[in-house]
Each structure stands twice: as structure tokens, then as C-alpha cells.
């Protein structure tokens, strides 16, 4: 009978003594588990995508600075009564000076025969043209095509009037609406941006964060009647920064 509870003893210290050292090889396996290379994949994938994300909205939190020089280059169709017509146009970024009382960029744009400037407010929103040594037209406050920071699904309505001084001084009050619709990529002869699809009005803007300026514009559908801009080629001296 004695013999019987000893044995019955050291059995249970022994089932005692194994469970003990499974659980010891559970705990070491669970820190291997842990701090093992693999272990975190998901997790740093999920980092990732919303670093990447939030790379995204950091490229279009801000409007760009614009370098004096940077060069782009467009081949600008205009399709009407069923024919294409087609020219070259380059925007230069002249300068950097009030217009209007407003800090603005200065835009030389050379089509065929015509030079002239279009002036662009710091959100890049057109507020004039200027060509001839005189004032050709203005948008009061301005034809707010951008406004920062840009989000997918934002929406708002751009009121303005423009002043037509070629003519004397016509205004013509006008509203227009402005959806940002996606972000996608676009290919155009310069190459395949990622762009956010603007739509104001009738007209649509592909705007590349990459280059800080529109890549394509379009009004209408192509081949029918309508317009179409894309950029074909372009020349930043230097990096563009996001803040002054």
C-alpha cells in the first residue's frame, strides 16, 4: 500500500515536472514567434500602405512653389466641325510679382503668333492675363480651381467676376462647380503621372503632384467637338518645395 502511494507520488511529480517544461518550450516558442523577422508582415505591410497614404496627402497638402524657368512644353488640339487642328504651346515660368495687388506667377505662353501672359495666384488659380504692356482680362478674386489641401470627394463652387479689359471693362459675374474626383494615373506623351482628376465647369484638370502643374486639360470629348492640352514634355531647373 505504501509502495502504491510512492509510486502514485513520484508519478504525479513527474507529470508535474513535464507539464512544466511543455509550457517553458510554449513560452520560448511564442518570444521566437514574436521577435522573429516574419513575424511582423502584416503589420509592417499595413504601415506601409498608410505611410504611402499619407505620402499622398503631404503632396497635396500644400500647393507647390513653382521654379522661375521650369519649362513645359503642350500639344494643344482644338477639335471642331469634325477637324483636328493642332498647335504647340509653351508656358514658361517667367517671374514671381503682384498683380493686382496679388503675389502671383507670371506665365509666358507662347502659341504660333500669340505671346502673352496668364497669371496664376499662389494656389495656382488663374487670376489674369497680360499681354502687349496692358492688362488683357482678370478674375476677381479668382478662378478657384485649387484649393489646398486638395482631397478626393472634395467639392465647392467657385464664384468670380471677370473683368474683360480688351473690350473696355466687361464683367461678367460667373459661378462654376469644382469636383475632385479621383486620383489615378494618366499617360501623355511626357510620360505616366499620378494625378488627381479635377472637374470645374465643363472643363476637366489632371493634376501631377510629382511636377506641381497640370499635365493634361481637357473640354469636351476627343474627336468631336472640344479641346484637349497634354504636356509633352517639361524642365524643372531644381526641386519644387511644398512651403516657402
Same mark, same amino acid.
Given at each position: 500500500m505504501g509502495k502504491v502511494c510512492g509510486d502514485d507520488v513520484r508519478g504525479e511529480l513527474r507529470t508535474l515536472k513535464t507539464i512544466r517544461t511543455l509550457m517553458i518550450i510554449f513560452i520560448l516558442i511564442l518570444v521566437n514567434v514574436r521577435c522573429s523577422p516574419t513575424a511582423n508582415i502584416g503589420t509592417q505591410n499595413s504601415r506601409g500602405l498608410n505611410n !504611402? /497614404? %499619407?505620402n499622398e496627402k503631404i503632396d497635396i497638402e500644400y500647393p507647390p512653389v513653382l521654379v522661375t524657368g521650369s519649362k513645359f512644353t503642350y500639344q494643344d488640339t482644338n477639335f471642331s466641325?469634325?477637324?483636328?487642328?493642332k498647335v504647340t504651346t509653351v508656358m514658361v515660368v517667367e517671374e514671381k510679382k503682384e498683380f493686382e495687388k496679388k503675389?502671383?506667377?507670371w506665365i509666358d505662353v507662347r502659341r504660333k503668333k500669340e505671346n502673352y501672359f496668364n497669371i496664376y495666384d499662389t494656389d495656382l488659380n488663374w487670376i489674369g492675363?497680360?499681354?502687349e504692356g496692358k492688362k488683357l482680362q482678370s478674375a476677381e478674386p479668382c478662378i478657384r480651381v485649387f484649393k489646398w489641401p486638395l482631397r478626393i470627394g472634395e467639392k465647392w $463652387? $467657385?464664384?468670380y467676376t471677370l473683368r474683360d479689359y480688351s473690350r473696355g471693362v466687361h464683367l461678367h459675374p460667373s459661378k462654376i462647380e469644382v469636383n475632385v474626383r479621383t486620383y489615378e494615373k494618366v499617360t501623355v506623351p %511626357?510620360? *505616366?503621372?499620378? %494625378? !488627381?482628376? *479635377?472637374q470645374a465647369g465643363e472643363e476637366t484638370f489632371w493634376y501631377a503632384p510629382s511636377i506641381g502643374w497640370v499635365v493634361r486639360e481637357q473640354i469636351g470629348s476627343s474627336g468631336k467637338d472640344g479641346w484637349l492640352l497634354v504636356l &509633352? &514634355? /517639361?524642365r524643372i531647373p531644381h526641386r519644387i518645395v511644398e512651403k516657402e
Open positions: !504611402l /497614404y %499619407a466641325g469634325g477637324k483636328t487642328h503675389m502671383a506667377y492675363q497680360y499681354g $463652387s $467657385s464664384e %511626357a510620360g *505616366i503621372f499620378n %494625378a !488627381l482628376r *479635377i &509633352e &514634355e /517639361y
